[in-house]
């Protein structure tokens, strides 16, 4: 079955750069994701990034894919106090349902 | 509108009552999710409706009855519940078809049984 990883926590400055790394196991995942969840709150989808692509950029936000290793990253720079949150990752392979990393709560120190 | 909201916000009930959970889309989304999330977990699906119907059922108890009565609401009605089953619960929402799977949270109910 899918198994989609992540680090369970990251902890940064404000102003640095943020980044959460994932691992999924399924080869044939065509979007993978990534989601924020504020305390309390539900979740956002922030960016996503088709299979064939290596790198998506956004605004502060960068996402790298290494089909390979099945390894997905989201950097975040100039991280922010508001940026606080957890971030999932989420594979969207096989079923069109994804399949949720246990999320990595990042916490962004003054 | 890309809202998906829910209500109650937070729902205390005992283990002996009857209560329903609301959801509501106004963007023409066909499809509708219940997820169950408990603390520093990922969401854990529960139903997902398609055009009306009930798709796919992730062997949830029988003490949640899902219900889409349109293609703007979902309902959860909650009946005899018991403590592990307190949690936050999702709502969301999507376009049917495609590969780019973009899903709408709502904000949750958090519910606590006691």
């Known amino acids: 079955g899918e198994d989609v990883e992540q680090s369970l926590f990251l902890s940064v400055r404000e102003g640095d750069s943020s980044v959460i790394n994932c691992t999924y196991t399924d080869s044939s995942s065509t979007y993978l994701y990534w989601y924020k969840q504020e305390p309390g709150a539900g979740l956002q989808l922030l960016t996503y990034i088709f299979s064939n692509m290596d790198m998506k950029q956004d605004q502060r936000l960068t996402v790298l894919l290494n089909k390979k290793d099945k390894h997905l990253s989201l950097r975040i720079a100039d991280t922010q106090t508001g940026d606080s949150a957890i971030y999932f990752c989420a594979d969207g392979a096989g079923s069109y349902i994804p399949t949720f990393g246990r999320g990595t709560s990042l916490i962004v120190h003054p | 509108d890309t809202e998906v909201t829910q209500t109650p916000k937070h729902l205390v009930m005992g283990m002996t009552n009857k209560k329903s959970l609301k959801c509501e889309q106004h963007m023409g989304h066909r499809a509708m999710y219940w997820y169950k999330q408990k603390a520093k977990k990922p969401p854990e699906l529960m139903f997902v409706y398609s055009y009306e119907k009930l798709s796919i059922n992730e062997s949830v108890p029988s003490r949640f009855s899902p219900e889409c009565p349109n293609s703007s609401l979902l309902n959860l009605h909650l009946h005899a519940l018991q403590p592990e089953d307190s949690a936050l619960y999702l709502c969301?929402?999507?376009?049917?078809?495609?590969?780019?799977?973009?899903?709408?949270f709502g904000p949750g109910t958090r519910l606590t049984v006691l």
């Open positions: 969301a929402s999507s376009q049917e078809g495609g590969n780019l799977f973009e899903q709408f």
